[in-house]
């Protein structure tokens, strides 16, 4: 073994904590992409000449349990009780959560007497549309900003983390829940046994959780590295799921594979004693995945020699296209894309300014980088060479509600899995 093998083997197998789901010691490096701002921390223009607080971006994989995760270099209450995240701005984003809703209200036969709680549940994209179904509904944001834009939607909804303490205060109220929704917070939950502790404490003897996340599985095969962010403490499969799940009395039921978010899991669980039978999804998809190695460390330890490789090609791509004289801007703000952006280093150098839907990143910088946010607008009177998709997962509908831009001849850079240039002028409308 040479000199740089043994230092990779030191530093990957050195004592990183203690795993947050099953304590064991972590010691194998996931990937470890370097320092970091808070994904989410948008800058104001006198912000940009202020320090600027950077935190390790090292993921770990628990060699007993399994489960990605990050340390916690950041208290949650310094990411989430102002957010800059909106799901309202994905048009997709709020029709599959229409479309929850109508499928979920008749799978349990929810109505008036019913009581829905969603955690994390954000400016209202979802519960909202509960309310002409007549099932009375409950937020739980930690976010004020976020939250008071839900009430002004008429969606009842609550300040506060989400853990077993407030869970024991709304069951002393005596308000258990028949369904618990938890879309993409899980992955923000940085003590995952006291949040699981609390639904299993709120649900009712037959309620159901529903909880929706990114698929581990799908985060590895395709290259994902860049929904690795610290708002993100975990990062999944049923696997871990499952003995979450059981560790707290509870069973998984039920699996669902949906294509948000690049690729997730809905899974359904219940408590253990509850009279829901486990389907073949999930008998089919735990062995599926043991299958393919996500009980195999070795299978994670391959993934960042794949993060390197994609990282060139894209360095390579964008430095040719710069030195043809392209003129290159970025469409969206998301958090993915800061990860990406600080990782790969790439500033004002590469991007003139990025777009975004959202105004309250308006005027705004992306933290690290300190790019301009300027309204989608932009784009038309700029009238860019390329546009560098940074929310990749919403391809779609960004290259569709962008169409026009091919009257100029611009194209598309989607950098995941790996690096892609689509012409609108060959997209089907």
Known sequence: ??????????????????????????????????????????????????????????????????????????????????????????????????????????????????????????????????????????????????????????????????????????????????????????????????????????????????????????????????????????YFSLVTIDRLARRHDLKVFDVEQIPTHGGSLRVYLCRADATYAVSAAVTALLAHERRVGLEDIGQYEQFTSRVHRTKRELLSFLIASKNKGARICGYGAPGKGNTLLNYCGIGTDFLDFTVDRNPYKHGRYTPGMHIPILPVEAIDEVRPDYLFILPWNLKREIVAQMRHVADWGCKFIVPIPNVEIIDPREVAP
């Open 1 to 234: 073994m040479n000199a740089h093998s043994r230092f990779e083997s030191l530093r990957s197998k050195s004592s990183h904590g203690n795993c947050r789901l099953c304590g064991a010691t972590l010691k194998s490096t996931f990937v470890d992409l370097g320092m970091s701002p808070l994904c989410e921390s948008f800058l104001t223009a006198d912000q940009t000449d202020a320090m600027e607080p950077y935190y390790p971006l090292h993921t770990v994989v628990c060699e007993s349990c399994f489960l990605v995760q990050l340390q916690e270099y950041v208290k949650p209450e310094h990411i989430f009780t102002e957010y800059a995240y909106f799901s309202s701005y994905s048009t997709s984003w709020v029709e599959h959560a229409r479309r929850y809703c109508e499928m979920i209200k008749v799978r349990l036969s929810l109505g008036a007497e019913s009581r829905v709680y969603e955690v994390a549940s954000n400016d209202g994209y979802l519960l909202q549309h509960f309310l002409p179904l007549g099932v009375p509904v409950t937020g739980i944001e930690p976010a004020a900003n976020v939250a008071e834009v839900a009430r002004q939607k008429n969606v009842p909804t609550m300040v506060e983390f989400f853990g077993l303490e407030l869970a024991q205060k709304l069951v002393s109220d005596g308000k258990r829940a028949d369904l618990i929704i938890g879309n993409n917070v899980l992955a923000q939950v940085p003590d995952l046994n006291d949040f699981t502790a609390g639904m299993a404490c709120l649900l009712a003897p037959q309620g159901v959780i529903t909880l929706e996340f990114p698929h581990l599985e799908r985060l590895i095969d395709e290259n994902q590295f860049d929904t690795i962010y610290h708002e993100h403490f975990s």
